[in-house]
């Protein structure tokens, strides 16, 4: 017979275990579901549309807008220059409107080739039939149309401010703090102060209107070119105080710099995952400068842990048809949380289940029976507080809750199959006395010859190992004297907060000056959240109130009204 124990095989001869080389053996089965899982990204679809991922989905309003999308098409996407001068002046002076004609004419003359494609400004724009153009233009909406956007006419006018003027009492310009100038019907002026008659504005903008249906590498390559000579006339521009400074979004931008936020917030994410690494290292093998009591290789598996949890939860989130959202990267910095969480718990119970008597096998069991359920059973609880995120009307939260739940369910079976293995590797090496992270490379003569565990002296007696090197417990003995004093060593470093916790808060928390304090400072903290609220209510009465007294004034008004013209009819027929 043949029995499994780990990656090695036993075999029973004569009523005695030999070990023997296993062959190579198929992936178990939690990988394989596992991989199958991650494949699932593959098919992954990334959602960066505003309007859905931060309108309601499920409302009237939503519904009025996939019904005018089905019958009469997407709508055009807008792209937006907003322009104001570099001093902080009138940016509706002569020169200044010079220079938007200047920005209008670049824009519409930039030109670039995408494959065996020339892509223009007229091939990206979209175009409505106009009858007094005698066809379809482009759909630009900016103060220069006043002009139809011809620089000669609006040099030729010599009463362009007060047109301008009367357009913006009209409402069809947007113009950023405009106002009247100081003299507004003198005669149009070429000086940039807005004296001489007409219109002063901070800012301005010039809208433009692109094809929803242009494809995105065509759009993204015309843009690229764009930006390219806002660059020039920024660079332009700088060297003079009254020169304009230009700025532009579009919705085609703002979904590629959705996309790009994985890549733009990569080494934020390297860092804090480095720096919690570094934490779990030293919480998990202690403050021990021993490479054989260390444990920095255990505590790197957190990293592992955590990615494979994601591609796995993604992934099978992905394979259900739920796409991933800006929001989604935010789901790793919960899952390392998580991780660490169940690692710290999972190792202190295996710690503490440690005895002369017991092997890596039997304490393994005891330390499970504790920390098994109490990462289940907080996994279960996280998994089911996520999926109430999943019935919100508001997508981006709902685009966040459902992969997240389904990452946390991959970290539990990962914690309870993959962590589980490095903790019983790391044990079997700590018991030979192997050093942390090169258990392979020669080490220092051990302190003492120490009896070790029944599963590590079985493993040791030649053969293979589970990290793969030839086992052999002469070459390196256990860290400690005795298996007493490496449970107290494991004390004095791993369980210091523990300790900390029972000798020393334990005592100061009951006691009867901290018990004052600790009821002072949660009655302050009461009090002000009770005076916060009262003054909220306040405020919002207040304003009830007013506006209460707005609708009784209307209301009297109509009244008032309603009488004198009844009292006016009278007198008419009175009369009559």
């Known amino acids: 017979p043949i029995l499994f124990v780990g990656s090695r095989q036993m075999c029973i001869r004569d009523g005695r275990h030999a070990p023997r080389r296993s062959p190579r053996a198929a992936p178990p089965p939690i990988a394989r579901v596992r991989a199958g899982m991650s494949m699932g990204l593959l098919a992954a679809q990334f959602e960066t549309d505003m ?39 009138n940016v509706l002076s002569r020169s200044a409107l010079r220079e938007l004609f ?28 106009i009858p007094l153009a005698h066809g379809a233009v482009c759909m630009v909406m900016s103060p220069l149309y006043l002009w139809s956007d011809d620089e000669a006419a609006f040099l030729d006018d010599n009463d362009w401010c007060h047109k301008l003027s009367r357009a913006f009492e009209a409402d069809a310009v947007d113009v950023g703090g405009g106002e009247p100038a100081a003299d507004a019907d003198a005669p149009c002026s070429d000086v940039d102060d807005g004296r001489g008659g007409g219109l002063v504005g901070k800012a301005v903008q010039l809208r433009y209107l692109f094809e929803p249906n242009t494809p995105s590498e065509q759009l993204d390559a015309w843009e690229a070119g764009l930006f390219e000579s806002l660059r020039a006339l920024n660079a332009h521009a700088a060297s003079r105080p009254s020169g304009l400074r230009i700025s532009y979004w579009s919705q085609q931008l703002s ?52 990615a494979l949890s994601m591609t796995s939860g993604f992934g099978l989130a992905s394979t259900l048809g739920i796409p991933l959202a800006p929001v989604s990267p935010l789901v790793c910095y919960t899952l ?11 190792t202190d119970s295996f710690d503490q289940a440690a005895h002369p ?26 998994f089911f507080a996520m999926l109430t995120g999943a019935v919100m009307d508001l997508p981006t939260i709902s685009l966040f809750c459902i992969p997240a739940a389904l990452c946390v369910v991959m970290v539990n079976v990962l914690q309870l199959t993959l962590f589980t293995g490095f903790l019983v590797i790391d044990a079997r090496r700590r018991a030979r006395g192997l050093l942390d992270l090169s258990p392979c490379a020669p080490c220092a003569p051990a302190l003492s010859r120490a009896p070790m565990p029944a599963d590590a002296a079985a493993d040791s007696s030649g053969g293979v190992t589970a990290s793969g090197c030839a086992a052999d417990a002469r070459a390196c003995g256990p860290a ?11 004390k004095q470093g791993h369980h210091a907060l523990s300790l900390f916790m029972r000798d020393k808060y334990g005592s100061c928390i009951t006691a009867t000056p901290t ?37 009784r004034r209307r209301h009297r008004r109509r009244r008032r009204s309603a009488c004198l013209l009844y009292t006016s009819d009278a007198a008419d027929e009175e009369d009559s």
């Open 51 to 89: 309007v859905r991922l931060y309108v309601p989905q499920h409302s009237q309003m939503a519904k009025d807008r996939a019904y005018l999308g089905t019958e009469f098409g997407s709508l055009p996407k807008p792209g937006v220059f907003l322009a104001h001068r570099n001093d902080g002046g």
């Open 102 to 129: 200047a920005l209008h004419n670049a824009t519409t003359s930039v030109r670039v080739r995408v494959g065996l494609d020339e892509v223009d400004f007229r091939s990206v724009c979209a175009r409505r039939f």
């Open 336 to 346: 390392l949380g998580v991780c660490v969480d169940d690692m710290i718990i999972m």
């Open 515 to 551: 018990v004052a304090i600790v009821l002072l400072v949660f009655a302050a903290l009461v009090s002000s959240c009770a005076l916060g609220l009262v003054s909220r209510l306040q405020v919002r009465a207040t304003a009830a109130y007013a506006r209460v007294r707005r609708r």
């Open 357 to 382: 008597r017991r092997s890596i096998a039997e304490q393994l069991e005891h330390g499970m029976a504790f920390a098994g359920t109490a990462i289940t059973v907080t996994s279960v609880t996280t």
């Open 480 to 490: 400690s004297a005795s298996p007493s004093a490496e449970l107290s060593a494991v």
């Open 255 to 306: 979904t590629r710099e959705a996309k790009s936020l994985v890549k733009r917030d990569g080494p934020l994410l390297g860092a804090s995952m480095a720096f919690i690494l570094v934490f779990v290292c030293i919480v998990l093998g202690g403050w021990s400068c021993d490479p054989r009591r260390s444990r920095v290789a255990l505590g790197s598996s957190c990293a592992l842990t955590t």
